[in-house]
Nanobody, 123 residues
Framework: VQLQASGGGVVQAGGSLRLSCSASGRTFSNYDMGWFRQAPENEREFVAA????????YYADSVKGRFTISRDNAKNTLYLQMNGLKPEDTAVYYC?????????????????WGQGTQVTVSS
């Protein structure tokens, strides 16, 4: 499956953005999906994940209550609604797909990755 992330940009603290991840090539609903992010000089970290049918979601403590992950299998698209953005949310955000046994928070479990989209939150 090929993944294309979009929707990043520059926003002031307290603002909102919605990231999208468009999938192509294979059946999107076969995959559990996740969002990860990586800030300069930091390791890649888990943000949120969603089961293939949308019935289970997982969040990092740092984004819980502010970010919402969702998916539309009919449109082959994954979303991340980000509200109440903080400067520490600044990073490149990546979507990822996993088919099979799944550990939502473990980036090594994911088989396919998008190219990333930059999110910059100014104070």
């Amino acid at each position: 499956v090929q993944l294309q992330a979009s929707g990043g940009g520059v926003v002031q603290a307290g603002g909102s953005l919605r990231l999208s991840c468009s999938a192509s090539g294979r059946t999107f609903s076969n995959y559990d999906m996740g969002w990860f992010r990586q800030a300069p000089e930091n390791e890649r970290e888990f943000v949120a994940a969603i089961r293939w049918d949308g019935r289970s979601t997982y969040y990092a403590d740092s984004v819980k209550g502010r970010f919402t992950i969702s998916r539309d299998n009919a449109k082959n698209t994954l979303y991340l609604q980000m509200n109440g953005l903080k400067p520490e949310d600044t990073a490149v955000y990546y979507c990822a797909a996993e088919e099979g046994t799944w550990s939502p928070r473990n980036d090594r479990e994911y088989d396919y990755w998008g190219q990333g989209t930059q999110v910059t939150v100014s104070s």
